[in-house]
């Protein structure tokens, strides 16, 4: 394969940025198009065939747009729903999901005390709670869903003050204790999460280990891309710059364009896709 290879991230909003960051660290050949649905943000929020409807619509859009060789979908919410249908209706293309890591965290787990702390919407899934049955069955798995934590790193990505207050609220719940044992594992199974590491760590009741599933995606997606689909590990072919593609309005002001420069992305495109 002697062009770069194309790779579509996908979230409903800035989240996603976190396993994107991890893509372009392991994989700096290939080109990213980050693609955040923000004209439907949250997807926390939507009943379940609302989001398997809008994501397939979306994703359409999108492949049309950009032709990916590979798609990662980088927001637990959706991948949770959507992947099945997203592989029946584009079977030539690789999709790859980001759920929940509870097998992680339940074998790393010393107490056995274990929180997943996720959008509403993914607290509720038949897909969360399987994963729960099959690997952690050992252990006391505690579920928080939370409306307010995805909104919040939004604010924070667009250089807005995000409270101390209001994060401590949200993560308190996920900080269990039994007897003499206390929760040690945080899965952190919404992908905006990672985006608010430092102010969990620095607000919570005692240290816990904050299970991020960022760079196993990332290996995922470079074995795809090796394995599958037959790229080089390194390839000389000059990629594209790297952008993003929002699906609705956006003041793209400094703050945001300077928390995407990190994370491999140089610049924005609209794509307006109303809900
Ligand atoms: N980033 C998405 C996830 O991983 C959720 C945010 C939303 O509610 O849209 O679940």
Redesign the pocket.
């Known amino acids: 394969m002697s062009r770069a290879a194309k790779i579509l991230i996908f979230?409903?909003?800035l989240?996603?940025l976190t396993v994107c960051a991890e893509v372009a660290r392991l994989l700096p050949d290939a080109q990213i198009i980050y693609a955040a649905d923000n004209a439907?943000?949250?997807?926390?929020?939507l009943g379940e065939d609302a989001v398997v409807a809008r994501v397939l619509a979306v994703m359409d859009r999108l492949i049309a747009f950009c032709g990916p060789d590979a798609v990662v979908v980088?927001?637990?919410?959706?991948?949770t729903l959507t992947l099945p249908h997203l592989r029946a209706r584009s079977p030539k293309i690789p999709f790859i999901g980001?759920v929940p890591a509870i097998k992680p965290a339940a074998s790393q787990s010393r107490s056995g005390l274990i929180s997943v702390l996720?959008?509403p919407?993914?607290v509720a899934r038949d897909y969360t709670r399987e994963l729960v049955r099959a690997y952690a069955a050992h252990c006391k798995v505690t579920l928080v869903g939370s409306r307010v934590l995805?909104p919040l790193a939004e604010a924070f990505m667009h250089g807005k003050n995000v409270s101390d207050a209001a994060i401590a609220r949200e993560i308190a719940p996920a900080f269990v204790t039994s007897g003499e044992l206390r929760t040690d594992c945080i899965v952190l199974?919404?992908?905006?999460?990672p985006l608010l590491l430092g102010q969990f760590e620095r607000l919570s009741p005692w240290p816990v280990a904050w299970i991020d599933p960022a760079p196993a995606i990332a290996r995922r997606a470079g074995h795809v891309l090796r394995e599958l689909l037959g790229f080089p590990e390194s390839n000389t072919a000059s990629a594209t710059p790297n952008y993003v593609v929002f699906t609705g309005a956006l003041a793209t002001g400094p703050e945001l364009l300077e928390a995407l420069r990190p994370r491999g992305i140089e610049k924005a495109v609209m794509e307006p896709m109303p809900l």
Do not use: K, R
Not at 40 to 45: I, K, N, R, S, T
Not at 74 to 79: E, F, I, L, P
């Open positions: 979230d409903s909003g989240g996603g439907a943000f949250p997807y926390g929020e980088a927001c637990n919410t959706a991948s980001t996720a959008t919407g993914t995805a199974a919404c992908t905006h999460y």
